[in-house]
């Protein structure tokens, strides 16, 4: 037998090409049978993995998001929104945008700017809102037709786009921009939008509205703000709406319930983030898979074993380390998955 699995292994290598095969391969012989092809549901759990997670990655085109994708070994995803629709003719804007992220993300997360950083935050957000509204028109007047090209990339290269997240959901979206957003999605296949929580009754009331009319599903996503309870309202305002989940930012906020919350709320969560976040005692550190706090081997169990169908989201937010890259990094989260559903 031990001579029939080296024989197996070393066949696999010779046909594949031992030196694109990831090192922890040669580790994991249970994986053989389906290294090479586009299938990342493992035991009857689908990982999948936001393309958030690439945003390291030098190469920021449709193109390039779908090799990452494959690449990493991922057949499922929660495609942004920006590589799709910058594809199929949306106007890029002129701004620095990942200095707007920078400096947004900060103001949020309650850091203070400095007198120098508030005086470029003042002048970006003005140019983010004038390209608001070029991206407002050119949505008004897109032929919904071209996203079926995306949708035949995509399946072209075995990935299945579960989850759609464009920036069209947000209290100064129009109707027509929300709803351009939710066809776009249907079209790709998704099953769901998502939007970080906007912690508005009155927004996830028109949100949940405009899904029922439009046939698509919306899941709200949290960080740290995340309670047992933080969805409910949602919920009950319509059968639309639901959880975008993140159980490793619930862990970073000093919860101990999350596996009774997944239990709970399994028919209504849509999607779910998995990362690996420290507790607040331990310094709520966003860290590689296996040294944070969050109980991901034990929540990828509960899925498998209540046979729940929401898929698992890999998101990258912790350092990639010197020497690696994301692709790299989301290709080891996927294996931790696996172990843990062996």
């Not at 608001?132 to 008004?140: I, K, L």
């Not at 990935?159 to 209290?171: D, L, R, S």
């Amino acid at each position: 037998m031990k001579n029939r699995r080296e024989f197996l292994i070393k066949s696999a290598l010779g046909i594949s090409g031992l030196a694109l095969a990831p090192t922890w391969l040669n580790a994991a012989p249970s994986i053989i049978k389906s290294y090479n092809k586009q299938n990342s549901t493992i035991n009857g759990v689908k990982i999948g993995c936001i393309t958030y997670s690439f945003r390291s990655m030098p190469d920021q085109s449709l193109e390039a998001n779908i090799q990452y994708i494959k690449d990493a070994g991922i057949s499922a995803v929660e495609m942004m929104g920006e590589p799709v629709e910058y594809f199929v003719g949306m106007p890029t804007p002129t701004f620095d945008r990942r200095r707007g992220f920078q400096l947004g993300w900060k103001q949020r997360s309650g850091e203070s700017l400095t007198a120098e950083e508030q005086a470029e935050w003042t002048e970006l957000r003005k140019e983010i809102d004038a390209y608001g509204q070029v991206v407002a028109d050119w949505r008004s007047k897109v032929d919904i037709k071209k996203f079926e090209q995306p949708k035949k990339m995509f399946k072209d290269a075995g990935i299945e786009v579960y989850a759609f997240k464009p920036n069209a959901f947000g209290a100064n979206n129009t109707d027509a921009e929300v709803a351009y957003g939710m066809k776009a999605a249907r079209i790709l296949g998704a099953s769901h939008v998502t939007l970080e929580h906007p912690s508005d009754d009155a927004q996830t009331l028109r949100l949940g509205k405009l899904a029922d009319a439009n046939k698509m599903k919306v899941g709200y996503h949290g960080h740290e703000q995340q309670t047992f309870t933080f969805w409910d309202t949602a919920i009950a305002q319509s059968k639309s709406n639901g959880l975008n989940f993140d159980i490793g930012h619930y862990v970073a906020a000093g919860h101990t319930d999350a596996m009774d919350l997944i239990t709970k709320q399994n028919n209504r969560i849509w999607s779910m983030h998995i990362k690996d976040r420290q507790t607040p005692e331990n310094g709520k550190g966003n860290l590689a898979w296996g040294n944070g706090d969050t109980p991901l081997p034990e929540a990828l169990r509960l899925m498998r074993d209540k046979k729940y169908k929401f898929p698992a989201t890999i998101e990258l937010e912790y350092d990639v380390p010197e020497g690696s890259d994301a692709v790299k990094e989301v290709q080891k989260c996927m294996e931790y998955c696996r172990k843990a559903l062996a």
